[in-house]
């Protein structure tokens, strides 16, 4: 007899859970977003056939003023498809040390682009294009060769810190002079735009290739995609392909994004607001580790008496979950499923922890 038990069977949705501040990927789909999912317009996207992912495509490369778009299942396939266009194997891709493309994606530029990295010392959103400028590798065979620069837009370790538009322009006169390419890993891009009110055209005018995610802050279940000219996105094409990302019906994905590119995007401004309230709470304990831009607060515990596990435990034990980033460092993140009861509930139970 089977073991699946009929979803009529299932019982009571789910009883609401703790304050969950660990990232904005914990969101859940809305019911219009659920309501456009089933009603999406579906046909196999490796032929290319899927209406819903084509369309989804063409208006995600016209916000960004490029040629096309492609749509990908995370974002770190994404950002690595996009380092794959840009740098061959053997060569060189230039970003900071805290970027989540040399950080969170597990090795993937090596181990699956054969593409070398360096860094330079970890500085969130206060981007220095002189400091890359230096870095920057000449072609020839005595080294390696310098391809591609990437940037992080918002920049997730850097507490969600926003480069300045102005650094990045000049970041593209440095990657101009030297020939080589510029990529935004802007999973969230939408809160930079936001938060500093850059028309996402001139964030896209700036690079060869973005990567941008659907799945944070913008409330969609999965989707990213790889934006750029059309002659790299058919290039991606194919680097997605082989790296067992090319989905068929996935048009009930995409769906998502287009419902949440309509309905989820400017309410970010509420996220943001949320986020400098509880920043705004925590203050007086001296536990910010910067200043807090959008949806992310970066805490510092360096002079508390105790440490971000014992803080994540303190805080879970009392219905709040909190990222736990490292020894010191934790990470609380506002989202579309938190709500002003959820940061008041937030902000006694933390500010009752740092208080002992
Ligand atoms: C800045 C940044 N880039 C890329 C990603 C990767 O996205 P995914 O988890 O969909 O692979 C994340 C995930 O949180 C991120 O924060």
Sequence with gaps: MSQLVPFAAQGAPATPGPVDLRSDTVTRPTPGMRAAMASAEVGDDVYAEDPTVNALEAEVAALFGHEAALFAPTGSMANQIAIQVLVPPGEELLCDADAHVVTYEIGAAAAIGGVSTRTWSPVGADLDPEVVAAMIRPDGYHAVPTRAIAVEQTHNRGGGGVIPLTALAELRRVADDAGIGLHCDGARIWHAHVADGVPLASYGELFDTLSVCLSKGLGAPAGSLVVGSAERIARARVIRKRMGGGMRQAGILAAAGRYALRQHVER???????????????????????????????????????????????????????????????RLVTHHDLDDAGVDRAVEVLTEIFRH
């Design 268 to 330: 970010l401004a509420e996220d943001h607001v949320r986020a400098a309230r509880l920043a705004e709470a925590l203050a007086p304990f001296g536990v910010l580790a910067g200043p807090v831009r959008t949806n992310i607060v970066p805490l510092d515990l360096t002079k508390c008496g105790f440490d971000a596990p014992e803080l994540g435990a303190a805080a879970r034990d009392r219905g709040v979950l909190v990222s736990v980033l490292g020894p010191r460092i934790a």
